[in-house]
């Protein structure tokens, strides 16, 4: 597993310039991770005691996925356990953090290449909670899911997520909550709980980052151009459009820093990565 090592150096002598957040893609992977105490969820409360407060955060989860873009405006979003066969100690858990109508308004004002839908039905599922939970265990900081439109290719989601930046300068921690390679049909289940990739899936997150750190979005976007390896790492989209969504956050001075760098079960990594200025 990967060192937070690289981590505490990027912070020991960063400033930043008021509430301007840091916006995250977050390999989250196994429900699981929700509640092991592992280097992937330690990671994650070390980025909750690391990065500046955020006022709310806003999650795109690879587990929302609609028709149409939609956002959860409710009071007190419930916690979804949108999985099965786990261990009764995940369905058991509640995160009870509060949602934020201010803030679902203001997102649906800054989107304006499409109507964003105020929902109220929704909640957290563990795209966002198995994450979040691990960076603000107090469950104070309200907590919004924006949805996915499974109708529209990659370029729709980045040039939304482009509408999205003022968010940033408002004190709002954007989470992108997916993987980059996740391929279920392949995977090794007894290779769970170790470090392991097949060739191609090691192959496609080496390209990837290299994609993300040279700024190269448009081949992201276009994913499907890039070999025949990208269409067994991302066989449906649901969980690489959350990365399209960091990616369209990105601002021109912000700096990219990779944790969580590892593939696990053979076709799925949890490779993760933070812009921030």
């Known amino acids: 597993?990967?060192?937070?090592?690289p981590f505490y150096n990027l912070y020991k002598d960063l400033k930043y310039d008021g509430n301007f957040m840091p916006v995250l893609f977050i390999g989250h992977g196994s429900p699981m991770n929700g509640i092991e105490n592992n280097s992937y969820s330690q990671t994650w409360a070390e980025l909750g005691n690391t990065i500046p407060t955020p006022k709310a955060v806003v999650v795109i989860s690879a587990h929302w996925l609609t028709k149409g873009t939609h956002i959860t405006a409710m009071?007190?979003?419930?916690?979804?356990?949108?999985f099965g066969g786990f261990p009764q100690a995940l369905f058991d858990v509640q995160y009870p953090a509060p949602g934020s109508l201010e803030i679902a308004n203001e997102t649906k004002k800054l989107i304006t290449s499409t109507n964003v839908g105020l929902d109220h039905d929704w909640g957290l599922d563990h795209g966002t909670w198995t994450v979040v939970r691990h960076m603000y265990p107090k469950a104070d900081i309200p907590v919004l899911q924006l949805s996915i439109d499974y109708y529209k290719p990659a370029e729709y989601h980045y040039n939304l997520a482009l509408q999205l930046a003022e968010l940033r300068k408002k004190g709002v921690l954007v989470i992108g909550s997916g993987n980059m390679v996740h391929n279920l049909r392949e995977i090794s289940w007894k290779n769970m709980n170790e470090e392991f990739g097949y060739d191609w899936a090691k192959e496609m997150n080496t390209i990837f980052k290299e994609k993300i750190a040279d700024g190269d979005h448009k081949a992201l976007i276009e994913y499907e151009k890039l070999n025949k390896a990208a269409l067994l790492a991302i066989p449906t989209p649901d969980h690489y459009y959350p990365m399209i969504y960091t990616l369209g956050l990105r601002s021109a001075k912000d700096q990219v820093t990779f944790f969580n760098d590892s593939c696990v079960g053979g076709s799925l990594t949890m490779t993760s990565f933070m812009y921030n200025s």
């Open 1 to 5: 597993m990967s060192s937070l090592q």
């Open 75 to 82: 009071n007190n979003p419930k916690t979804i356990h949108d």
